[in-house]
């Protein structure tokens, strides 16, 4: 204690915590510290507080507020201003939740409608004896498509799927995409959804992981606990045994040295 | 070179509408934050912040700079915070969602960052969260303002209304109720905990 801190001044010691004080209150004030027990606890605790709402931060949203002139809306300034404000465009909702985007629906097709097309060209060629003659007379013979009908295909279908993919993104260049570009395109953005989904998956086993540990650790200290407490009853139960035990001994042992 | 907010402030009054959309950029974050902080919803914190401006570029013609355009923000922005407050009738709301998108935890995290200390500090997040929305108002706003914007006691009276020492006591015992609940949920605070 001197003259410029008391002993137990709050507000020297919130001033003191924040900096914001003289060099000579610091300097007395750390002095303080050093011998006075309470007051140091209190500084350490105080401080140990502001350590943990460094942990507390708002939520990340898009704001983007800003003044645009429109006479027809409804919160009009005296200079014929309104604040619009750019909401953002939804909640998230998790990647499994949300519509397939159009390239997603189409290239889902694709695989489906090949798959099909493959299955029925193995079934006429690896079958062909299994066709019945008068089948085969009555009708004209109907060839698998070919090789080139299915590159046809894709092609074709890769070009709608260009232009739903051009159609679905706004913010995209307004320069030509070929099929082909559009395929690498498509691809990347497969492998960039695959990637995010393995992210997410890892990120979510981590974290259920780290859950589940501490839920692990609370019931093996209760079960600890538990354990320990039984033990305790156990070796009372005994120490009472082995009383009774001695008693009877030392009973006995009265009863045959009077016999004697 | 950047234009200070006084610039920004007399382009404004001038009619200049860019330059307040300027300022709204410059400083519709740190008003967002210390809305929400104050009143602990998402979404009426967001409303407050827009309601902000509003009326900031309403009342531009009659800002005369006498206090610093943040300082006249950040009162209109508490003015708006205790309106809420009285309208309510309740207590900030605690508002940590119970499962965290994975996506979300992911986006929050820190370079250097592993995924335990993340969710170790969404849970710190959460706790202090609650043991604030149980101080007075006052005491909460004085925290808020002096650890989150780094005002000075001086400036947190001003904005208060309150004498220096009572923006000392109210810090003082907000820590210390703040502490108080730490200890009792048996949070450890460690020094690396950085400030986001």
Redesign the interface.
């Known amino acids: 204690m001197n003259e410029i801190f008391q002993c137990g001044d709050?507000?020297a010691?919130?001033?003191y915590l924040?900096d914001?004080c003289t060099p000579e209150e610091r300097e007395a004030i750390a002095s303080h510290l050093t011998r006075c027990v309470s007051c140091a606890d209190?500084v350490s605790?105080?401080s140990?507080?502001?350590?943990?709402?460094?942990?507390?931060?708002?939520?990340?949203?898009a704001?983007g507020?800003?003044?645009?002139?429109k006479s027809d809306a409804e919160?009009v300034?005296?200079?014929g201003?309104v604040?619009s404000?750019t909401?953002p465009q939804a909640e998230?909702t998790?990647?499994w939740k949300a519509p397939l985007p159009a390239w997603a629906q189409v290239a889902a097709a694709i695989v489906i409608f090949a798959a099909g097309l493959s299955v029925g060209y193995v079934r006429n060629g690896a079958r062909p004896a299994a066709v019945p003659q008068a089948t085969v007379a009555s009708t004209p013979p109907v060839a698998g498509p070919s090789k080139t009908d299915l590159e046809q295909l894709e092609q074709r279908l890769r070009v709608e799927m260009a232009q739903l993919a051009h159609a679905n993104s706004p913010a995209a260049a307004p320069v030509p995409v070929t099929a082909r570009a559009s395929g690498d395109v498509t691809m990347e953005q497969v492998k960039a959804l695959i990637a995010?989904s393995e992210?997410?998956q890892n990120?979510?086993f981590?974290?259920r992981a780290?859950?589940q540990n501490a839920t692990f650790e609370a019931q093996r200290r209760a079960d600890l606990e538990s354990v320990s407490t039984r033990i305790g009853t156990l070796q009372g139960q005994t120490r009472g045994e082995l009383g009774q035990l001695q008693q009877g001994f030392n009973y006995l042992a009265t009863r045959v040295s009077q016999q004697k | 070179m950047t234009a200070t907010d006084e610039e920004l402030v007399a382009r404004s009054q001038g009619g200049d509408l860019e330059s307040f959309n300027e300022l709204i950029v410059r400083w519709e974050r740190p008003i967002y934050a210390l809305a929400y902080r104050v009143i602990g919803r998402e979404e009426d914190a967001r409303d407050v912040c827009q309601d902000t401006f509003l009326r900031a570029y309403r009342a531009l013609p009659g800002f005369k700079g006498q206090a610093k355009f943040s300082s006249w923000l950040y009162r209109i922005a508490l003015n708006l915070c205790r309106d809420w407050i009285r309208r309510q009738r309740r207590a900030p709301v605690s508002q940590m969602p119970e499962d965290a998108d994975a996506m979300e935890l992911a986006s929050e995290r820190g370079p250097a960052e592993s995924i335990e200390e993340l969710v170790a500090r969404r849970e710190l997040s959460a706790i202090v969260e609650k043991a604030m929305a149980e101080l007075s108002e006052e005491q909460r706003t004085a925290i808020i303002l002096k650890e989150y914007h780094g005002m000075t006691f001086q400036e947190i009276a001003d904005l208060q209304g309150c004498p220096l020492s009572t923006v000392k006591t109210r810090l003082y015992q907000g820590l210390s109720q703040l502490r108080r609940h730490l200890e009792r949920n048996g949070q450890m605070v460690p020094e690396m905990v950085k400030r986001t």
Do not use: C, N
């Open positions: 709050h507000g010691l919130v001033g924040y914001e209190d605790g105080l140990s507080a502001r350590r943990a709402l460094a942990a507390w931060a708002p939520p990340e949203i704001l507020i800003q003044i645009t002139r919160m300034t005296p200079s201003s604040l404000f909401r998230r998790p990647w995010d992210r997410k990120i979510d981590t974290e780290v859950r």
